[in-house]
T-cell receptor, first 112, second 112 residues
């Protein structure tokens, strides 16, 4: 049973446009959400996170939105750059748990 | 900036062979993790440790063993390699009270 779902395996956008990556979760006990970025042949690197007490967190070109009632979060990248081309993983965990649950990832391609 | 270091980077094993994936972190993190990533899938937790001498099973522990004799090291042991263990393995670490996990670069394992 997949608790964190990224239903789009891939996304292609033009440089300078907005990229929107989506993530849904089923476990209402999750209270912290993270996005990781992964380049080929490298480990995932932390990008941005959000606590369940917030509905938005912004860091430069990256913004994460959380809709708790819909159990949905999204990552917005504005403007998108070719260097953003990577696989993006959504992850979540419950307070008091050391374990992160990951989605399957979305491969973002930003075309020059 | 070493962070989380994994060795080896690549390994081919024959069915039934044993091996140990090494992992070391120099950030003095309490928590360490082993994840595996199969093609097109998210990361699945194999084992984790909240401190030296303490380990616990994750989502997919069968076929693996771990030990944590020091804060820095968290080796993953495959006793009887099977083709189903062909995967990319990521070691990670985090600090107690932090929601962010830091990953190593990965170890590519093929069992033939």
């Amino acid at each position: 049973d997949q608790q964190v779902k990224q239903n789009s395996p891939s996304l292609s956008v033009q440089e300078g446009r907005i990229s929107i990556l989506n993530c849904d979760y089923t476990n209402s006990m999750f209270d912290y959400f993270l996005w990781y970025k992964k380049y080929p042949a490298e480990g995932p690197t932390f990008l941005i996170s959000i606590s369940s007490i917030k509905d938005k967190n912004e860091d430069g070109r990256f913004t994460v939105f959380l809709n708790k009632s819909a159990k949905h979060l999204s990552l917005h990248i504005v403007p998108s750059q070719p260097g953003d081309s990577a696989v993006y993983f959504c992850a979540a965990h419950k307070g008091g748990s050391e374990k992160l649950v990951f989605g399957k990832g979305t491969k973002l391609t930003v075309n020059p | 900036n070493a962070g989380v270091t994994q060795t080896p980077k690549f390994r081919i094993l024959k069915i039934g062979q044993s091996m140990t994936l090494q992992c070391a972190q120099d950030m003095n993190h309490n928590y360490m993790y082993w994840y595996r990533q199969d093609p097109g899938m998210g990361l699945k937790l194999i084992y984790y440790s909240v401190g030296a001498g303490i380990t616990d099973k994750g989502e997919v522990p069968n076929g693996y063993n771990v030990s944590r004799s020091t804060t820095e090291d968290f080796p993953l042991r495959l006793e009887l390699a099977a083709p189903s263990q062909t995967s990319v393995y990521f070691c990670a670490s985090s600090n107690r009270g932090s929601n962010t996990i830091y990953f190593g670069e990965g170890s590519w394992l093929t069992v033939v």
